[in-house]
């Protein structure tokens, strides 16, 4: 019996193809669920000490080994710019000795000293600000510092819309006229006049 071996060739060809196609971008990118990250409406930066920061790119700043920062989640809960807000967010000192953080928005300046493998969450702190400068649903100029350098980021200015955020808000909050805005639209969701 004589077997059609152009035939054969050809679907094994094929069932390569298949095969590479939908195993072949995991093998050339990175996947996004292996990165940390801020799971969160905030903004996140990381600095590295310098013994690493000269071998780790941007791209591997939260995944690099060795004495690292994380400023994580990081944003202000406020209700206008010149309105009173929270600072959000987390600070995880990545490395082997106590450090000396700190946190600049537009022109208030935090100042922090974490332990060793000390994780702080600013919620827990309280800190408020008087006047961010950044009207909510903008981005304030940041500036992390740890092992000495400095690195520029924006961070988030979030309205206490979200209920998420409304207990973090540090001043009297309507919680009515904050979702107002949500019914002025026509739909299925369009609150009927009384």
Do not use: W
């Not at 801020?38 to 930066?45: E, I, K, L, N, V």
């Not at 967010?89 to 000293?113: H, K, M, R, Y």
């Not at 600000?129 to 100029?141: K, M, N």
């Amino acid at each position: 019996m004589k077997v059609n071996t152009t035939r054969r060739n050809v679907f094994a060809g094929l069932a390569l193809a298949a095969l590479i196609g939908t195993t072949g971008c995991s093998a050339v990118n990175p996947q996004a669920t292996t990165f940390e990250y801020a799971p969160s409406d905030g903004t996140q930066t990381t600095i590295t000490s310098e013994e690493v920061s000269d071998s780790a790119s941007t791209e591997d700043d939260f995944n690099a080994p060795g004495e690292h920062v994380d400023f994580l989640n990081i944003g202000v809960i406020t209700g206008s710019a010149d309105d009173i807000g929270t600072l959000m967010g987390t600070i995880d000192n990545q490395s082997a000795s106590s450090q000396n953080v700190e946190l600049q928005i537009n022109n208030e300046t935090f100042e922090f000293s974490l332990e060793a493998g000390e994780i702080l969450k600013l919620e827990d702190e309280e800190i408020t600000i008087d006047g961010v400068g950044t009207e909510p649903g903008g981005l304030a100029e940041g500036i992390a510092t740890a092992f000495g350098q400095d690195k520029e980021f924006h961070v988030s200015i979030l309205p206490p819309t979200l209920e998420e955020y409304r207990e973090l808000y540090p001043g009297d909050l309507n919680e009515e006229e904050q979702i107002e805005h949500l019914y002025d639209f026509q739909g299925q969701y369009h609150r009927d006049e009384q």
